[in-house]
Nanobody, 125 residues
Framework: QVPLVESGGGLSQAGGSLRLSCAAS??????MGWFRQAPGKEREFVAA????????VSTDSVEGRFTISRDNARNAAHLQMNALEPEDTAVYHC????????????????????WGQGTQVTVSS
């Protein structure tokens, strides 16, 4: 079991920034990503990064605004969210895979094994 703990959620005005962090208890993961779920909508992919291969992917709606990164210990990921929009309001969940994921596989939530409890991001207009 690889527990994940998210932090950094909160309230921001439109155009503001938030930084989400996700930490694993040990560096056993090979990929980490962020998915979000807004009220009444399905959980959707936001961004992901692989430990091996250097793959970084994100959904079109956050391209140029959100940046995912990993720390040197290879057991944590961060999501820097800039130019926030009200449409970004959602519960953001960190996900991790102990298997290597490449390219488009990083977009598939079904390929991630572990999930954090979620952190609320609210963007007001």
């Amino acid at each position: 079991q690889v527990p994940l703990v998210e932090s950094g959620g909160g309230l921001s005005q439109a155009g503001g920034s938030l930084r989400l962090s996700c930490a694993a208890s040990e560096p056993s993961v090979q990929a980490m990503g962020w998915f979000r779920q807004a009220p009444g909508k399905e959980r959707e992919f936001v961004a992901a990064i692989s430990w091996s291969g250097g793959f970084i992917v994100s959904t079109d709606s956050v391209e140029g605004r959100f940046t995912i990164s990993r720390d040197n210990a290879r057991n944590a990921a961060h999501l820097q969210m800039n130019a926030l929009e009200p449409e970004d309001t959602a519960v953001y969940h960190c996900a991790a895979s102990v298997n290597r994921l490449y390219g488009t596989s990083l977009r598939d939530r079904n390929l991630f094994d572990y999930w954090g409890q979620g952190t609320q991001v609210t963007v007001s207009s």
